[in-house]
């Protein structure tokens, strides 16, 4: 089978899909299913959906596409606030998308009028991470503005963190960002559909005991296909961690000298080395290199540890070798290496149909993790 290849329980990403959106129904918070980092690839997708996700949202329209060509009929958010360029397609393709510029969403408008339909604007409002987002000051005369736009319809508002900032939020964060949902209804009239909370970074406090207030969706990626909380990097209880691995093949085996001083010069590759630098150990190389993932975020198997990667060369070490040229060696990745590999055209995806053992475990511990992005 030909490598590098990405190993895809569908199985476990409909669990652990299915895991969360019981947990959080109780608390009237529903899921949205975030493919951008398999780039919307459709049997995944498929999977999270059929786990109970009420929708898709993805941060690119080429992603987007790939889903409506496949077939998906389900809704589909943008979000990432839409190119000027693309206004016309993201009509076409999506029912909804995040906005936090009100040229933009004119431009919306103007498209969705010559497509005689209408187009659901959800504000993005700026909450602490510092990436996009209108000022909460802001909100209510854009809000205004779009209620009072032909062609679009002011559909709710959401906030992210922990992207940029890597700050998770915290219950405050959720009581503010209601309390602007209700401020904003109170201004404009409309009744706000969505109050989209975050990203996986919320499942600590979603899952927690505090009121969901007003939000009822949380936008979920990186737990439901990796099964970790993207701030912590701990397993989520009762979900799968080992929905992907990426399968290497070996191209060389031998003996070298244990220590290459002068290869490791990266301070973050010196902290890599788990194993003491001593004696003769087997230097093996995989035909996968930085072009195919962050090979920072691979899970080294036990007994291995990185010696270093270049564009093209994966290169390990161990003691107590059993491969040999032509042998498959298998890694689980972190989220950054997973959105890498997805996206890299050398590497396959194998999808894998079967059911899984009945309880979700920890297939490598999260210390493995050799950098957390
Ligand atoms: C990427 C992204 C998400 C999903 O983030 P995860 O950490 O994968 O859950 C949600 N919302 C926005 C705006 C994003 O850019």
């Known amino acids: 089978m030909s490598t590098p290849r ?3 329980h569908l199985s476990k990403i409909r669990h652990n899909a299915k895991t969360v959106v019981e947990r959080l ?23 999270m959906l059929d786990g ?8 690119r329209l080429s992603n987007v ?17 839409p190119t000027l360029s693309q206004v016309d397609q993201v009509i076409q393709y999506c029912e909804a998308s995040y906005n936090t510029e009100i040229l933009v969403i ?38 205004q503005q779009v209620v009072d736009m032909p062609g679009v319809t002011l559909k709710g508002i959401g906030a992210n963190f922990a992207c940029l900032g890597g700050i998770a939020p915290n219950a405050a964060d959720m009581e503010a960002l209601s309390d602007l949902a209700n401020e904003t209804e109170g201004q404009c009239g409309p ?8 990203n996986s970074a919320n499942l600590p406090w979603a899952l927690g005991g ?78 996968v290199g930085q072009q195919d993932t962050d090979i920072l975020g691979l899970s080294m198997p036990p007994g291995y ?35 890498n590999a997805m996206s890299a055209p050398d590497v396959k995806t194998k999808l894998l149909r079967g059911s899984h053992s009945r309880h979700a475990h920890v297939s490598q511990g999260s210390g493995n993790h050799l950098a957390s992005i």
Do not use: W
């Open 6 to 8: 990405i190993e895809v």
């Open 25 to 47: 129904k109780t608390r009237g918070i529903g899921v949205t299913g975030v493919t951008k980092a398999v780039c919307g690839h459709p049997a995944i997708a498929q999977a």
């Open 52 to 59: 109970g996700a009420v929708g898709l949202a993805e941060a």
């Open 65 to 81: 596409r790939r889903l409506r060509n496949a077939g998906m009929t389900c809704p589909i958010t943008l979000i990432r606030t």
């Open 106 to 143: 004119t431009a919306l408008a103007a498209a969705a009028i010559r497509k005689d339909c209408i187009h659901g604007i959800i504000l993005m409002v700026e909450m602490g991470d510092l990436r996009e987002g209108i000022m909460p000051k802001d909100l209510g005369s854009v809000a």
């Open 191 to 198: 009744f706000l559909h969505t109050v989209s909370g975050g």
């Open 210 to 287: 505090h009121p969901a207030c007003r939000i009822n969706d949380l936008r979920l990626g990186e737990a439901i296909l990796l099964g970790v909380d993207p701030v912590s990097g701990d397993q989520i209880g009762g979900m799968y961690t080992d929905a992907f691995t990426l399968v290497a093949e070996v191209i060389e085996t031998g003996s070298k000298p244990a220590s290459h001083p002068q290869s490791i010069c990266d301070p973050v590759f010196k902290r890599l080395h788990l194993v003491p630098k001593s004696g003769q150990s087997t230097q093996i190389i995989l035909a």
């Open 305 to 339: 540890r990185l010696i270093g990667a270049t564009s093209d060369h994966l290169v390990v070490g161990t003691y107590h070798s059993t491969q040999s040229v032509g042998s498959e060696m298998k890694f689980q990745m972190n989220y950054s290496a997973l959105m």
